[in-house]
């Protein structure tokens, strides 16, 4: 099992959303989330004064998939995120070494 995290611009949500959906997920995690990196802040103006945030707005989303899924995840994430600009985000795969349905108490695979 692995742990697929994607950070997203917000606008690309419905878009990542629908795809994943399409591709079998029947469960994810989103969570907004504020961070930077290479895109840094953009000028952006509030009541007549020029700021430049240091940290943007992003969506985070974690989907637990079994180990043959993930390519086809991974491909649908990217391919609905991706705007061709800067910022558009990253995917991190994460080994996931046991999952546990607490209203069942099912282990494994079967929990996802």
Do not use: N
Request: hydrophobic share 45%; proline share 3%.
């Amino acid at each position: 099992m692995k742990l697929v995290t994607a950070i997203i611009k917000p606008a690309r949500l419905d878009a990542v959303k629908t795809a994943v959906l399409a591709a079998g997920v029947e469960g994810a995690t989103v969570t907004d989330v504020r961070g930077f990196g290479r895109q840094k802040g953009k000028k952006e103006v509030y009541r007549g004064t020029v700021y430049e945030p240091d940290l943007l707005q992003k969506i985070r989303i974690e989907i637990a998939v079994e180990d043959a899924d993930v390519e086809q995840v991974v491909e649908a994430i990217r391919a609905a995120a991706r705007s061709g600009e800067i910022g558009d985000g990253k995917i991190f795969i994460t080994p996931l070494d046991d999952v546990l349905r607490i209203r069942t108490g099912e282990r494994g695979t079967t929990a996802l």
